[in-house]
């Protein structure tokens, strides 16, 4: 917060969305309201804003590479010229809004902060704003990859016109594009109606408030829904499911080191890449597998749905399940009863899944080796860059007790030593935002990078 | 070492007169005649000054939302400016009225260039490339360039040139095009995948050099087409300058002044001269028109004055500004040194004597 008081630096919003989102009510609003802002606005040469003519002022969006054909570096030539003119002027502006084409790719426009050095001194990217017509983006969401990129590459997001349609489709919509872009918050608008404080001054792009947006979008998506741990003693269990809509599902058996919510997490990991191994059928009748690198996929027929389970060593052990507990009901008995679980939670459902843009969120503790991490990152930029279109994170290095904050856009960042962990514990938080990403892969390689 | 400059410190440069613009001073151009001096402040009026005095002449209405180029005719009797409201106006000096207003064809004309001997000049906004004769009319439009023009710069004459149509140079992403007013087509094209910024043609018209954003220097030969690049700036390069006998070009693109030798093989395979001294970057850079001075400005408030031809290499005189200095003009005599700075105070300095 402190540097976003002495940063002298103007701030710049980008405003993105398809025609006819709501843009320009959204521009007419920012500018009328009393809000004792001098606000620019930098459009495409034929924009519709028709507001007082001093503070508008066109741009031909005129892209390009900045280095030998990378996309990843492409940049908007027409607003290093135009903000560098304006930013002459002693009666600066305060803020400075940008509205790209209904079918501009946002991306130039963020590289743009990154790599130019007047632009970088003089502003700071302060959000990327995306309107989202609520009734016509699933017309345009499947086939115009511009608008996966405008919903991806946003901080904030206007789930606009609500009124035109039923609130399921909204809820449907609303979690949609959370999936996609776990980052962003999500607002759902009338006529562009937005309190003006939650989309200018955000510091969508301050690394002091990186990962500060929404605790819960660190909260990584796991492949199940159910967790709980039981203390068995060695023999026979038998695990019951109740009838229900799937023909299968996945589960997992892993041993813990403790019966507790502690035990449950430090094997979350394990649970997750379990989840991502090949599926062994298992009948009912059936034992099940116990351990790493051994995903049961439960048949769920004929009924009754029993399964075996051959505890060889007492302990504490973690039962995962592909689908929540109210699904199936998931009992599990011995002869002398039916055991509660020590512990059990109910993991964040699995969203409705846009097939290609998705964000991968990893929580990790311990500390990493910077070495192996810049390595790590250096090939995952090389090769995926063009895919990754927005990333942030809080690392814990080894030697420093300080946190490390970074975050980008495509293959350029921005990072540095952030404040001392202080009293809270020192972990690391990453998130992508991409298109394609292997959530497994980038997982395992972020773990990979622990000293 | 004889013949050194007996001088031990850095001697102060002192200012003759001075004049108020009120706001960042985008460019300063002494009249050819080197009788008046024009400032285009960013926003506000243009002020014709008198050269010797400081007195303000005419104030010329500014061009709505701001001014963004002026130049001067061949003859002094007009000066051009253009701005932020499209339009190209040309001023009778002597009087300070408006001669005409022309339609520079996109919202920003960016550039304002009168041809060093004839009374053409050249504008260009946006995509477009419009040449006028001095009463304002039109001469030709070009078709629009592939994306926005970045600067414009007229071939000097050379003694040599019989009877020839001018040339112009235009940057834009992709390089540099040369023109003339008889076809609406380039004569020459020299291509960068890159964008260029600024072009400053050598003396002798036989170099184009341009400043890039992506943090390099080019050197055409145009006699060939060759491209030598020098690489390896800091930041993008927006200021360069050639010494009067066409061999060495000075450069920013950084806190450093670099100066590149193209006499014998250079600059390709050449170390460059590099001059540290500013703390922050280097803003301008201009060589005396005559002389051997090298006047650099920076953003750090400093105006220096070198002989980069001599050791040691160390300012010969400087001067220091409370604000970012940002421009940069030598009287045509070169007694002159007319500076400017982010909030608009210009300041003129008398030249010490050559030594």
């Known amino acids: ?451 | 070492m004889p013949g050194l400059i007996k001088r031990k410190n850095t001697g102060e440069l002192t200012y003759r007169w001075q004049v108020e613009a009120g706001d960042h001073i985008h460019a300063l151009r002494w009249s050819p005649d080197g009788g008046m001096l024009a400032v285009a402040p960013a926003s506000g009026p243009t002020v014709v000054a008198a050269g010797a005095t400081g007195a303000v002449m005419h104030q010329l209405p500014g061009h709505g939302f701001g001014t963004l180029s002026i130049a001067w005719g061949p003859d002094s009797s007009v000066l051009a400016s253009s701005g932020q409201d499209g339009i190209i106006r040309i001023w009778d000096s002597a009087t300070g009225a408006q001669r005409c207003a022309l339609e520079g064809g996109a919202a920003w004309v960016e550039h304002v260039v009168f041809a060093p001997d004839k009374p053409l000049l050249a504008s260009a906004a946006g995509r477009q490339l419009k040449v006028w004769d001095s009463a304002g009319h039109l001469v030709r439009a070009y078709p629009p360039h592939p994306s926005a023009i970045t600067d414009v710069q007229w071939r000097p004459p050379q003694p040599s040139d019989s009877n020839t149509t001018p040339v112009l140079a235009t940057s834009a992403y992709g390089g540099v095009r040369l023109w003339n007013t008889e076809q609406p087509e380039p004569l020459q094209r020299y291509e960068w995948k890159g964008s260029t910024l600024v072009i400053a043609w050598s003396p002798d018209a036989r170099h184009i050099a341009t400043g890039d954003q992506d943090s390099t220097v080019h050197f055409w030969i145009m006699a060939t087409g060759q491209d030598l690049q020098m690489w390896g700036y800091p930041t993008k390069v927006r200021e360069l300058s050639w010494d009067p006998l066409a061999r060495y070009l000075a450069t920013g693109g950084g806190k450093d002044i670099t100066i590149w030798d193209t006499g014998g093989k250079g600059p390709e395979g050449t170390r460059p001269l590099q001059l540290r001294t500013h703390e922050e970057f280097v803003s301008a850079v201009a060589y005396q028109h005559h002389g051997p001075l090298l006047a650099s400005a920076s953003t750090d408030g400093r105006v220096l004055l070198w002989h980069p031809g001599r050791q040691p290499r160390r300012p010969l005189a400087e001067y220091r500004y409370d604000e970012e200095v940002v421009a940069l003009a030598w009287s045509p005599d070169d007694r002159l040194l007319a500076t400017g700075t982010e909030n608009g105070l210009v300041r003129v300095f008398e030249t010490p004597p050559p030594g």
């Open chain 1, 1 to 451: 917060m402190t540097t976003e008081v002495n940063d002298p630096r103007v701030p710049v919003t980008v405003l993105t969305g398809f025609l006819g989102s709501g843009k320009t009510t959204l521009l007419n609003r920012i500018l009328t309201e009393n809000h004792g802002k001098r606000i620019a606005v930098i459009e495409n040469e034929f924009g519709e804003v028709g507001v007082d003519q001093e503070l508008v002022i066109g741009a031909e969006e005129e892209i390009f590479e900045m280095n030998n054909g990378c996309i990843c570096c492409t940049v908007r030539g027409d607003l290093i010229r135009v903000l560098g003119t304006l930013m002459k002027r002693r009666d600066r502006f305060d803020y400075i809004l940008i509205e790209t084409t209904g079918l501009a790719d946002p991306g130039p426009v963020a590289q743009t902060f990154f790599v130019d050095d007047e632009m970088q001194s003089l502003l700071r990217l302060d959000g990327i704003v995306t309107l989202v017509d609520a009734k016509h983006i699933w017309q345009h969401i499947d086939d115009a990859k511009e608008a996966k990129e405008q919903i991806a590459f946003a901080d904030v997001l206007l789930l606009n016109k609500v009124d035109l349609v039923p609130p399921s489709e909204v809820d449907r919509l609303h979690a949609h594009v959370e999936a996609m872009n776990r980052n962003a918050k999500v607002y759902r608008t009338e006529n562009a109606q937005v309190n003006l404080g939650e989309i200018l001054d955000i510091g969508g792009f301050n690394l002091d408030r990186a990962l500060d947006v929404d605790p819960a979008f660190m909260e990584p998506e796991y492949p199940f829904e159910w967790g709980a741990v039981f203390e068995l003693d060695a023999g026979e269990h038998e695990l019951t499911l109740a009838a229900g809509p799937d023909a299968t599902m996945n589960l997992v058996v892993l041993p813990l080191d403790e019966a507790s919510r502690a035990g449950l997490d430090a094997k979350l990991m394990d649970a997750v890449l379990t989840f991502s191994d090949v599926e062994r059928a298992v009948n009912p009748g059936e034992a099940l597998h116990i351990g790493r690198d051994r995903l049961n996929q439960l048949t769920l027929e004929p009924r009754p749905l029993s399964f075996t389970l051959t505890i060889e060593q007492p302990g504490a052990y973690g039962i995962f399940t592909e689908h929540t507990k109210s699904e199936y009901s998931p009992v599990l008995r011995v002869p002398a009863g039916t055991l509660t679980p020590v512990y059990e939670h109910a993991f964040k459902p699995d969203h409705e899944h846009d097939k290609e843009v998705t964000s991968v969120g990893i929580t990790l503790d311990g500390a990493l080796d910077e070495k192996k991490l810049n390595a790590w990152l250096g090939v995952v930029l090389r090769t995926k860059g063009t895919d990754i279109f927005r990333m942030k994170g809080i690392l814990n290095l080894k030697g420093s007790d300080s946190r490390f904050v970074f975050q980008g856009v495509h293959m350029l960042f921005d990072g540095r030593p952030d404040r001392p962990w202080g009293t809270e514990r020192p972990h690391n938080s990453l998130i992508f935002i991409g298109r394609n990403l292997d959530r497994t892969a980038l997982t395992e390689g972020f773990r990979l990078c622990l000293a």
